[in-house]
């Protein structure tokens, strides 16, 4: 089992809450639940790990879900509709998409139609990033 890519679900997206106190099943928590079940018997179950975040910050997104591998882009979705049926489907393509992809880029037209919109965050990979040293003079 080589699980170098991970989907990251947020658990906390889309709650409810009363008093300060969060009240049955987020759809965060309903989302994780329906991707579990399609990847128990998804062809890439062994190479991408399923992760439960308990928040993303991603809020006034939910439900939010990330990619990252190492030497790949980091993508963070939000906007993902937990109770509509197509959505871990749709979730799961794009991560197969994602892992077959050399540097994890996803262009708009090539990912499903549940992603093509809330893409909240695109992170370089850290082998892309050049860290400026501080000079003499910044010091």
Known sequence: MNQ???VFVCTTCASTWKNGQRVGTSGGEQL???LTTLHEKWELRDRVSLQPVACMS???HACTVAFSAPGKYTYLFGDLPATEECTPT???ACAAQYVAKPDGQLPWSERPEALKKGVLAKIPPLSSVTVASPTAESV
């Open 4 to 6: 170098t890519h991970t």
């Open 32 to 34: 994780l639940a329906q």
């Open 58 to 60: 991603g809020c006034t």
């Open 90 to 92: 749709a979730v799961l």
